[in-house]
């Protein structure tokens, strides 16, 4: 079992940028796909960004340009740049590891492992 865990959160100003991680213990990660999820109050959760284990990238059309994915197999983290942020980036942003060689995947269903996330907060 792969256990997840966030950190980086917090409160922002619009405009701003947080970097978030995600410390993956116990079973590797390194050849899952990996993924970035958010769930406001009140919305469903929504995908954010995924990454394969070659380094293959996909986002959502809300963040793209904004938002870079990235992983360091070696630690088995991933990580989440994110840039001009805007209020309605508000959520828990949860990370998530899902099966092996698998080069995107966008629903939560396709993912195993969750970690408990982490807020971010944007103010206008």
């Known amino acids: 079992q792969a256990l997840l865990l966030e950190s980086g959160g917090g409160l922002v100003q619009a405009g701003g940028s947080l970097r978030l991680s995600c410390a993956a213990s116990g079973r590797a990660v390194s050849n899952r796909i990996m993924g970035w999820f958010r769930q406001a109050p009140g919305k469903e959760r929504e995908f954010v960004a995924c990454i394969n284990w070659e380094g293959g990238d996909t986002y959502a059309f809300s963040v793209a340009g904004r938002f870079t994915i990235s992983r360091d197999g070696a630690k088995n983290m991933v990580f989440l740049q994110m840039n001009n942020l805007e209020p309605e980036d508000t959520a828990v942003y949860y990370c998530?590891?899902?099966?092996?060689?698998?080069?995107?995947?966008?629903?939560?269903?396709?993912?195993?492992?969750w970690g408990p996330g982490t807020q971010v907060t944007v103010s206008s």
């Open positions: 998530a590891a899902g099966l092996k060689w698998t080069a995107m995947a966008r629903r939560p269903s396709e993912y195993e492992y």
